[in-house]
T-cell receptor, first 115, second 113 residues
């Protein structure tokens, strides 16, 4: 079974400050990890993914995430937050094993960037 | 390049009724996955269709069923609606049945009363 935990329901950060949105995961095999963002009344938009290789993954809109296998974490980061980053962020995992194509999402973290 | 289009955007149904939700996949994508997003929760995988056949299913009862058509568009059907079926239903198309390259639609908000 695969699962994702996003321990914070909400994260508040001042504009211009660095932001971190936390994610931990559990899979039986090797993980494929994803971050998606959801704006009100919209579907999910892909930000970045980790498949293999460099533990630091860079994605869209200046976001990056660090894969830590020993801590089973994949935290989303951005050096300088923008008000327009305010949205709902979802971490997702997929087991790399054959036939395990479905994504399992966390409950989401609401990011509020305060001007 | 068109994105993923879902219809309708909103609908209200009565408990016990049946509903059909529709999804047009992005050009070049042959796989459609459906997810249910309850209020305050993350999306949960319902099933996936690849080349007109269901090739994966999450923990949802048989009253959730689907179809995929030759043009790769898809329908999600839910019979005997329950109050807990109230949710945002998201369709995602992808170029292959791998979980990569999802393009999500904006969703259909279903309210069961």
């Amino acid at each position: 079974a695969q699962s994702v935990a996003q321990p914070e329901d909400q994260v508040n950060v001042a504009e211009g400050n660095p932001l971190t949105v936390k994610c931990t995961y559990s899979v039986s095999g090797n993980p494929y990890l994803f971050w998606y963002v959801q704006y009100p009344n919209r579907g999910l938009q892909f930000l970045l993914k980790y498949i293999t290789g460099d533990n630091l993954v860079k994605g869209s809109y200046g976001f990056e995430a660090e894969f830590n296998k020993s801590q089973t974490s994949f935290h989303l980061k951005k050096p300088s937050a923008l008000v327009s980053d305010s949205a709902l962020y979802f971490c997702a995992v997929r087991d790399s094993g054959a036939g395990s194509y479905q994504l399992t999402f966390g409950k989401g973290t609401k990011l509020s960037v305060i001007p | 390049e068109t994105g993923v289009t879902q219809s309708p955007t909103h609908l209200i149904k009565t408990r016990g009724q049946q509903v059909t939700l529709r999804c047009s996949s992005q050009s070049g994508h042959n796989t459609v996955s459906w997810y249910q997003q309850a209020l305050g929760q993350g999306p949960q995988f319902i099933f996936q269709y690849y080349r007109e056949e269901e090739n994966g299913r999450g923990n949802f009862p048989p009253r959730f069923s689907g179809l995929q058509f030759p043009n790769y568009s898809s329908e999600l059907n839910v019979n005997a609606l329950e109050l807990d079926d109230s949710a945002l239903y998201l369709c995602a198309s992808s170029p292959a049945p791998t979980g990569f390259g999802y393009t999500f639609g904006s969703g259909t908000r279903l309210t069961v009363v």
